[in-house]
């Protein structure tokens, strides 16, 4: 059950660096390029899957790491795309033409990036608070247990 905990969490932190990959090279992203950010995908997937796998005493554990994983990226998140909502606003004041056709869009960019920031924050922040919740039932298994043995010694 690690390993598929492991595998699915890592497949979540993976889609998500794939994302911020798009996100900031979506101007070069042709059919060339697809390739290679699907191999940056499956790589991000092996990678965070072996690290939230590794030492992991249980699924709460790995799914514990997954959300310290998510929450920092989600962080991340928020700097990624104010980096594309700046690339977007710049592009508009050149005319440079992104995708389907040209971007007019100028203060648009600037309140899209400001709720994905908000957006974000409040992901991480979900993130951390399921990594809390995680780590302190794993803890109460491992208390209740300790307190049941000195317990049945004294008895």
Known sequence: MKLVSAVMAGFFAGFVFYAFAWMLFMEFTSSDSEPYLFFLFIAAWIISSFSVYKGA??????WARGALVGAAEWLLAGFVTAI????IWLGAQKGVAL???????EGEAAMISAIWLGLCFVLS???????FFLRRTNMG??????I??????QA
């Open 84 to 87: 594309m909502g700046s690339r």
């Open 57 to 62: 005493e249980s699924p709460e554990c790995v």
């Open 125 to 131: 922040i979900l993130c951390l608070l399921m990594w």
């Open 99 to 105: 995708g389907a056709g040209r971007m007019e869009i």
């Open 141 to 146: 298994r491992e208390i209740g247990t300790n």
């Open 148 to 153: 049941s043995e000195t317990f049945q010694g």
